[in-house]
């Protein structure tokens, strides 16, 4: 890694270390000059700033300091802090100079002091944080485009299921198949490097979007012996959300749920409102979905770990399912609970607060 003292970090280099950008802040060096401006004090700290002999500073004029240095002295600005890039024979070097004037009392000028402290350090953290921000906002960009392929892939693959279960001998359906499950590798790994696109907000009626997730999931029930139980009471049943990022949360935990119960099994998801007293969201009323799955449960050490993002039991799973499910219950100030025990299935439990303003339900 580079130090602070080796100039400027590049943007792809690491971070340097907080303990030395500290270091270097803290590690300022004193000039004195008397009214004249003939230095008569320069400490050790200030010559290695400078990277000067200190011999070669004291007692010499303040012309032997950097342009930058003598141009501040030359305005006799008071009390003003500078930042000056200066040439170092370790490379160039940025500089915070803080200009003091001590008068005497005929308000001349009696000495000068400068407080001299090398920030190089600091300017390459600041540089290396601001390529971080850039790289998060794309990582965001990214999360939200793979997050929109991701929904309208399901459509599309259960149509190409469809397609090729009732054409055998469609071999352009085949190539397309396999294409699809090309993207969704690449889209795959970009969700390994980014979290979920904010949430646009609008009135949406939950009931609505959970039927759809299980229209998307019903081609997963072929050929299994799963039951899905409808106990969707809930009413009203609207929310402030964006329906397709709660979509994508049920997908999620469909997918789990089948991939617990295998071939047999009942899948239960139901909805209850919740008044500000009962709801674990504190003063406000909530909507409740409890989604219940009869599988193999969860053991114990992993049920803490569940969230974590890239953890994961599954050979082929990456482990973000569940941490992209919770991200994006916080966004729309919500919570979301599991528990399991081994052999008893498990029940994951989301709480969002109701609509304070019902947009008029339309009719299909």
């Not at 600005?77 to 009392?105: C, F, K, M, Y």
């Not at 047999?264 to 799955?293: F, H, K, N, Y």
Request: charged share 20%; hydrophobic share 45%.
């Amino acid at each position: 890694m580079q130090s602070p003292r080796d100039g400027n970090a590049s943007p792809g280099q690491e971070l340097p270390s907080f303990p030395a950008v500290l270091n270097d802040c803290l590690a300022g060096g004193l000039l004195i000059l008397d009214a004249n401006r003939q230095i008569v004090l320069c400490t050790p700290q200030a010559a290695a700033i400078l990277g000067m002999e200190a011999s070669a500073v004291a007692h010499h004029s303040f012309t032997v300091l950097p342009a930058g240095l003598q141009a501040i002295l030359e305005n006799g600005v008071a009390d003003s802090r500078n930042e000056l890039r200066i040439a170092h024979p370790a490379g160039e070097r940025w500089v915070q100079a803080a200009v003091h004037v001590e008068t005497d009392s005929a308000g001349a000028v009696a000495r000068w002091i400068l407080i001299l402290n090398d920030v190089t350090g600091m300017r390459a953290f600041e540089q290396s944080m601001r390529h971080l921000d850039r790289l998060a906002s794309i990582g965001t960009l990214s999360a939200g485009m793979a997050h929109e392929i991701k929904n309208a892939m399901v459509a599309v693959k259960t149509f190409l299921d469809i397609l090729i279960r009732n054409h055998q001998d469609a071999q352009l359906a085949e190539v397309v198949n396999r294409e699809m499950h090309r993207i969704n590798a690449i889209v795959s790994q970009m969700l390994r490097f980014a979290g979920p696109a904010k949430p646009t907000f609008a009135t949406v009626h939950l009931h609505d979007v959970i039927e759809q997730s299980l229209c998307l999931v019903q081609h997963q029930l072929e050929g299994r012996r799963i039951s899905v139980i409808r106990a969707m009471t809930a009413a009203p049943d609207a929310v402030r959300g964006d329906g397709y990022q709660l979509e994508q949360v049920f997908l999620n935990l469909f997918f789990n749920a089948f991939d617990a119960m295998g071939s047999s099994g009942d899948l239960t998801v139901s909805t209850e409102v919740l008044t500000a007293d009962q709801s674990e969201l504190v003063g406000t009323p909530a909507l409740r979905i409890r989604v219940q799955d009869t599988g193999v449960g969860i053991p114990p050490e992993n049920l803490r770990r569940l969230f974590e993002p890239f953890f994961t039991t599954k050979s082929n799973g990456t482990g973000l399912g569940l941490p992209i499910t919770r991200r994006i219950v916080q966004e729309h100030r919500g919570v979301i609970t599991v528990a399991s025990e081994p052999g008893q299935g498990a029940t994951f439990d989301i709480l969002l607060p109701l609509a304070t303003t019902a947009s008029p339900k339309l009719s299909a």
